[in-house]
């Protein structure tokens, strides 16, 4: 995309933006658009809050009792599924 021209523009790019991965001319224009856009600037604190924590719960090991449950659960569901022809 060669120019950001509506909020879902922007949106579309913030990945690449909080990634730093946007070249300067549309990483300028895309801050000069939160700059003058509450809601679009709300969003990307939101969305950069949100990376971290995924990044952070994505660190961790799960503990080996909760594994244990979520293999337990998801082998019920798929007999579920497999019952059900589904």
Do not use: N
């Amino acid at each position: 995309m060669s120019e950001t021209k509506t909020c879902q523009d922007c949106i579309d790019l913030l990945a690449d933006y909080v990634d730093e991965a946007l070249p300067a001319d549309l990483k300028s224009r895309l801050e000069e658009h939160f700059g003058g856009c509450q809601p679009c600037e709300d969003f990307l604190s939101t969305y950069r809050a949100t990376t971290s924590v995924c990044r952070k719960v994505m660190a961790r090991a799960m503990p080996d009792s909760v594994a244990t449950k979520l293999h337990a659960f998801l082998r019920q569901e798929i007999g579920k599924d497999k019952a059900s022809g589904g």
